[in-house]
Antibody, heavy 115, light 108 residues
Framework: QVQLQESGPGLVKPSETLSLTCTVSGGSISGYYWSWIRQPPGKGLEWIGYIYYSGDTNYNPSLKSRVTISVDTSKNQFSLKLSSVTAADTAVYYC?????????WGQGTLVTVSS | EIVLTQSPGTLSLSPGERATLSCRAS???????LAWYQQKPGQAPRLLIYGASRRATGIPDRFSGSGSGTDFTLTISRLEPEDFAVYYCQQYGSSPPTFGQGTKVEIK
């Protein structure tokens, strides 16, 4: 069964770039879509975007100008970069398998934006 | 984008009772591309239902989904202690995929 694990800094300064990586184990990243979703503390879920293993992407229009999702099939990883962050970007960030229905999720990682 | 409104916000029930959760979309969800997720405190969401009515792998048959167009329902036939959690609906028929605000099922 596929497992996903997010990694990256838990604290990012305002105006800087948030960078997270999701490592996929127990299965190949090839042939599938992979997504990022976030959840501000105590709030609901927001879809950030997805990437196909070939590199095709689709982003939430509300974040599109600041988001880049990339994939490294040789490492079985995909990554998220979110630029020009503010306190409103403080959230638990999840990676997941799937571009539409999300069939498996990482445990999530809290990223706090603060100086 | 499609806005999903879940009701009620909180459902207070006892173990063994039936839970009925509603998800209403601001416009028709194409091809019934609607999913339901369960989230427990401190955990990631877990896919329960996709395609409006198809149970995900390993999901007990006490969970069922129904509906089409703009109105969808998640039913838990008999609540088990482990079912008390927050439930989210998600549409993925049009981009961007969107989630409802969640329904909390709590122990009465």
């Amino acid at each position: 069964q596929v497992q996903l694990q997010e990694s990256g800094p838990g604290l990012v300064k305002p105006s800087e770039t948030l960078s997270l990586t999701c490592t996929v184990s127990g299965g190949s990243i090839s042939g599938y879509y992979w997504s990022w979703i976030r959840q501000p503390p105590g709030k609901g879920l927001e879809w950030i975007g997805y990437i196909y293993y070939s590199g095709d992407t689709n982003y939430n229009p509300s974040l599109k100008s600041r988001v880049t999702i990339s994939v490294d099939t040789s490492k079985n990883q995909f990554s998220l970069k979110l630029s020009s962050v503010t306190a409103a970007d403080t959230a638990v960030y999840y990676c997941a398998k799937g571009g539409w229905e999300l069939v498996a999720w990482g445990q999530g990682t809290l990223v706090t934006v603060s100086s | 984008e499609i806005v999903l409104t879940q009701s009620p916000g909180t459902l207070s029930l006892s173990p063994g009772e039936r839970a009925t959760l509603s998800c209403r979309a601001s416009q028709s969800v194409s091809s019934s591309y609607l999913a339901w997720y369960q989230q427990k405190p401190g955990q990631a969401p877990r896919l329960l239902i996709y395609g409006a009515s198809r149970r995900a792998t390993g999901i007990p048959d006490r969970f069922s989904g129904s509906g089409s167009g703009t109105d969808f329902t998640l039913t838990i036939s008999r609540l088990e202690p482990e079912d008390f959690a927050v439930y989210y609906c998600q549409q993925y028929g049009s981009s961007p995929p969107t989630f409802g605000q969640g329904t909390k099922v709590e122990i009465k």
